[in-house]
């Protein structure tokens, strides 16, 4: 099984909708990342999180938020979609007393029409 | 954190070594270098990282220039499997990574 898994893997929504993307770590890390990724560029870090009680904006925050559960659980939400979100998402996880080797998922595919 | 600087292609016969420069001119004392790949809209997989001293691991090996401005990756016998995007990221330990563009390298049959 994979140690970083994402829900959806795709997903087609309307503008204005409110969507949930949600990773899942078995890894056992405290620190966990959201990036998106926009065709042909690199990753943007949108939030990221160095254990439960810690939650931190990156680059671009806006229009995005985020609940960590637990852990192992990191959840990445757009409260009112819009078509310039649509992108990959990734989530990441890293340990945090090593140096920092972030081990990502598989992506989720959004479009927002 | 400091900037990198990647060309944005090359490519390489495959069974061949694949050797992806990086500058890195801005580079602070203890800032690492780290490389990570990208297959096809895949997650980004990491490869390697080194402070000061060149290292190598069953990926790939990481030479990093004396004044530390520059590295490069270096792939001793690249397979098909290896053509993706690269990412040279410049950060200090336990911190925020910071993703460009990459280089995109094409390994060629």
């Known amino acids: 099984d994979a140690d970083v898994t994402q829900t959806p893997r795709n997903r087609i929504t309307k503008t204005g909708k409110r969507i949930m993307l949600e990773c899942s770590q078995t890894k056992g890390h405290d620190r966990m990342y959201w990036y998106r990724q926009d065709p042909g560029l690199g990753l943007q870090l949108i939030y990221y999180s160095f254990d439960v009680k810690d939650i931190n904006k990156g680059e671009i925050s806006d229009g995005y938020s985020v609940s960590r559960q637990a852990q192992a659980k990191f959840s990445l939400s757009l409260e009112s979609a819009i078509p310039n979100q649509t992108a990959l998402y990734f989530c990441a996880t890293s340990d945090a007393w090593t140096v920092d080797t972030q081990y990502f998922g598989p992506g989720t595919r959004l479009t927002v029409l | 954190d400091a900037k990198t600087t990647q060309p944005p292609s090359m490519d390489c016969a495959e069974g061949r070594a694949a050797n992806l420069p990086c500058n890195h001119s801005?580079?602070?004392?203890?800032?690492?270098v780290y490389w990570y790949r990208q297959i096809h809209s895949q997650g980004p997989q990491y490869i390697i990282h080194g402070l000061k001293n060149n290292e190598t691991n069953e990926m790939a090996s990481l030479i990093i220039t004396e004044d530390r401005k520059s590295s490069t990756l270096i792939l001793p016998h690249a397979t098909l499997r290896d053509t993706a995007v690269y990412y040279c990221i410049v950060s200090l330990s336990n911190s925020k990574l910071t993703f460009g563009k990459g280089i995109t390298l094409s390994v060629r049959p």
């Open positions: 801005t580079i602070s004392g203890n800032e690492y």
